[in-house]
């Protein structure tokens, strides 16, 4: 099988509509089960797989996903280029709710996650060059095609990936703010390290759900407006997704 674009939707994108001729593939893995079936269907005259990287249902944890068979599903199926979205709180003064946002690094904050495929059995240890995380051809990717469906993306930024469930404290924002840190997420890690051990092209696509804790002008997060937020950010995705896989 033959996948042109694949993607991996986060909190808020358990499904991409315009598939045309849809089919589930429940794929087997050395690492496990994906989080759930790989939807496969032809958009614009290509082929495009999705996963909901948290289960179509929204019940696995961030710490929880099995990153290493979503992404080995994936290439088993024939995808070569993947888009991660991630949903976060941006940080940044121009990375306020319902920006989207194409980050160029990342800083991982998170512990106890699988994080490498080097641990299986005659598994040759890799030491991947991370420099730059993301697939410079892929972010120039996204970002072509979102300038074509003109749709306002942010070019840059770095992605930091903390455990979750819970969201932050003020406290671990104003570190990261310091460490450098524009978005905060919980999902980044390990799936960008992991996608660069397969050979993937992988970039992020980062739909900012709210201002991380103590940042912009709000008192308190509320999941209202997260969802809110979200639905807004998520509905600008298949137009971007239908330039990239055009292109």
Same mark, same amino acid.
């Given at each position: ?22 089919s589930e593939q429940v794929v087997e893995t050395p690492w496990g089960k994906p989080s759930d079936a790989i ?36 290439? !088993? ?16 003064? *121009? ?9 160029? !690094? ?22 991947? *060059? ?67 051990e397969l050979g993937l092209e992988y970039a992020c696509l980062a739909l900012v759900a709210n201002w991380a ?24 995705v298949p137009l971007i997704v239908a330039s990239l896989i055009a292109s």
């Open positions: 099988m033959s996948i042109d674009l694949a993607l991996i939707g986060g909190t808020g994108l358990y499904r991409l509509p315009g598939l045309e001729e849809v939807v496969c269907g032809n958009l614009g005259g290509r082929r495009l797989a999705f996963i909901a990287r948290h289960g179509r249902a929204h019940d696995i944890a961030p710490h929880q996903v099995n990153y290493r068979a979503n992404l080995h599903a994936l290439k !088993q199926l024939g995808a070569m280029r993947i888009v991660g979205i991630n949903a976060v709180g941006g940080i940044r003064e *121009d990375m306020g709710p319902r920006a989207l946002v194409v980050p160029d !690094q990342i800083i991982d904050y998170t512990h106890g996650r699988i994080t490498s495929f080097c641990d299986g059995v005659d598994t040759p240890v890799q030491h991947i *060059d991370f420099s730059e995380p993301y697939t410079a051809s892929m972010r120039r990717g996204l970002l072509d095609a979102a300038l074509q469906a003109s749709v306002p993306v942010v070019d840059g930024g770095c992605y930091g990936a903390t455990q979750g469930p819970r969201l932050e404290t003020r406290a671990e924002i104003g570190r990261m703010r310091r460490d450098g840190c524009d978005l905060v997420g919980m999902t980044g890690m390990p799936e960008a390290a992991l996608a660069r804790a103590g940042c912009g002008d709000q008192a308190e997060i509320s999941l209202d407006e997260i969802f809110a937020n979200l639905e807004h950010a998520t509905a600008k």
